[in-house]
C-alpha cells in the first residue's frame, strides 16, 4: 500500500492519458478526459495545501520565538488576510482582494524584479571580467545585445543593432535550439521512466 | 490628486528600493507582506478558478458523485500535516506525476523536438544558415555524456560551448535590458502618476 500503490497509480494513469493521444477510443478517451480533470483538482488542492504548509511553518517559528519571529507574524497574517479576502469577498473587480492585487501585489512585484536590475549588473562585474576568451565572448555579446537595443548604441555605431540582432538570430538562436532539444530529449526520457514506473524518486522512497 | 491605491504602490516601491541604500526593518517588512499576499493571491485565485466551479459545484449542487474520488484525493494530500498516515499523501502525488507525465510527453515531442529540428533543417546556401546548423549539432553534441569527449566529439563539443557563451552572454544581455525596463517604468510610475499628480494637486 505504501509503496506499489503509489506507483501503480502513477504508471495506470499516466498510460491511460498516454494512450488517449495514440488511440482515439470513446472509452479511453472519457477516461483520459476525467483523470485530467481530477489532476486539475489536484494541483489546484496542492496550491491551498502549499499555503498550509507556508502558514504552519511560519506560525510553529512564531510560536518557538525565533530570529525574525516578527516578520513571519506579517507572513502570516497576510497570507489568512489575502486568502480569507479572495474566498469570502469573491476575487472580482471592485473587491477588496482586488484592490490589494492591483495596488499592493503589481507594484512590489514589479518593483522586486526591477531592484534585479542593479544587483544583475555588479553581480555580472564581478562574474564576467575578461579572465578567459569564452569569458570575453560573453561579455561581448551581452555588450552588444544591451547596446544594440537602445538609441545610444547606433548613435556610436550605425551596425551595432544590425549585429545585435544578427547575433540573436543566428549563433544565439542556435544555441538555444541546441539547449531546447536537449533538454526535452531529457525531459522526455524521465517522463518515460515515470510511466513505466521506473523513475520512483517524486515518492521519497529510499532505493 | 492620485487615488489612495497610487499612494500605496507609490510608497511600497520607494521602500523596496530603500534596500539599495541598505538593508533596514522596514524593506524587511514589505518583503514579509510580499511573501504573504503572494501566497494568499494563489489560494483565493485556486479556490474560485478551479475548486468551486469543478470540484464543489458540480459536487453538491449538481450531484455528480463521481468527483467524490477527486475530492477524496486531494483530502489526502493533507495528511503530509498528519504526524502519522504522511505516505497516504503519496496517492494523489503519484497520479498527478504519470498524468503531467504523459502530457508533456507528447509536448516535448510535438512542441520542442520536433519543431526545432524541422526548422534546423535548412538550404546551406547563406553564412547565417550554416552557423545555425552548425551551432544546433554542436551545442547538442556539448550535452552529449555518453561518451567521452575526444575527437571529433571533442572539438565538436568545444566549438559547441562558443555558441553557448555567445548564448548565454545575449540571454544576459536582454535579462539586464528587460530589468531596465521595469526600473524605468517604476520610475515613470512614481513621477509622473504618484508626485507629479500630488504635487500638482498641492499647488
Known amino acids: 500500500m505504501k509503496k506499489e500503490l503509489p506507483i501503480i497509480l502513477c504508471v495506470v494513469s499516466g498510460w491511460i492519458v498516454l494512450l488517449d493521444f495514440f488511440i482515439p477510443k470513446p472509452v479511453i478517451g472519457t477516461l483520459s478526459r476525467a483523470i485530467v480533470d481530477w489532476t486539475l483538482i489536484l494541483s489546484a488542492a496542492s496550491f491551498v495545501m502549499g499555503g498550509m504548509s507556508v502558514f504552519a511553518v511560519n506560525l510553529a517559528r512564531v510560536r518557538r520565538r525565533d530570529s525574525g519571529a516578527r516578520y513571519r507574524v506579517v507572513v502570516l497574517v497576510c497570507l489568512a488576510g489575502m486568502a480569507g479576502l479572495g474566498i469570502l469577498g469573491g476575487i472580482g473587480e471592485g473587491t477588496a482582494y482586488n484592490w490589494i492585487f492591483q495596488n499592493v501585489q503589481v507594484p512590489m512585484e514589479s518593483t522586486m524584479f526591477s531592484l534585479l536590475a542593479f544587483f544583475i549588473a555588479s553581480a555580472a562585474f564581478r562574474a564576467f571580467r575578461m579572465r578567459n576568451a569564452q569569458a570575453t565572448v560573453l561579455l561581448l555579446t551581452a555588450a552588444v545585445v544591451m547596446l544594440g537595443n537602445v538609441p545610444l548604441g547606433g548613435a556610436i555605431w550605425s551596425g551595432l543593432p544590425s549585429l545585435s540582432s544578427w547575433l540573436l538570430g543566428h549563433p544565439s538562436l542556435a544555441a538555444q535550439r541546441g539547449l531546447i532539444v536537449g533538454a526535452a530529449v531529457g525531459a522526455t526520457a524521465t517522463a518515460l521512466r515515470l510511466i513505466v514506473g521506473v523513475e520512483r524518486g517524486y515518492l521519497g522512497l529510499r532505493q | ?203
Open chain 2, 1 to 203: 490628486m492620485p487615488h489612495a491605491g497610487v499612494w500605496v504602490a507609490g510608497l511600497l516601491t520607494l521602500v523596496i528600493f530603500s534596500f539599495l541604500y541598505r538593508d533596514n526593518p522596514v524593506y524587511r517588512t514589505i518583503e514579509h507582506v510580499y511573501v504573504g499576499i503572494s501566497a494568499g493571491y494563489y489560494i483565493a485565485v485556486m479556490w474560485h478558478n478551479v475548486l468551486v466551479p469543478n470540484l464543489l459545484m458540480p459536487l453538491l449542487q449538481d450531484g455528480h458523485w463521481v468527483l467524490v474520488v477527486p475530492a477524496a484525493l486531494s483530502l489526502l494530500l493533507f495528511t503530509r500535516f498528519l504526524p502519522r498516515g504522511g505516505w497516504l499523501a503519496r496517492w494523489p502525488i503519484a497520479i498527478y506525476v504519470g498524468v503531467y507525465a504523459a502530457i508533456n510527453l507528447q509536448q516535448y515531442v510535438q512542441g520542442d523536438i520536433l519543431p526545432q529540428a524541422q526548422a534546423t533543417i535548412v538550404p546551406l546556401k547563406t553564412f547565417g544558415n550554416v552557423v545555425i546548423v552548425a551551432g544546433t549539432l554542436t551545442t547538442l553534441s556539448y550535452f552529449f555524456f555518453s561518451r567521452e569527449h575526444r575527437g571529433a566529439l571533442g572539438v565538436s563539443a568545444r566549438i559547441g560551448i562558443w555558441f553557448l557563451m555567445i548564448s548565454f552572454g545575449a540571454a544576459f544581455g536582454t535579462t539586464v535590458m528587460s530589468r531596465m525596463s521595469l526600473v524605468i517604468a517604476r520610475a515613470y510610475f512614481v513621477i509622473h502618476e504618484w508626485l507629479g499628480p500630488a504635487l500638482a494637486a498641492m499647488r
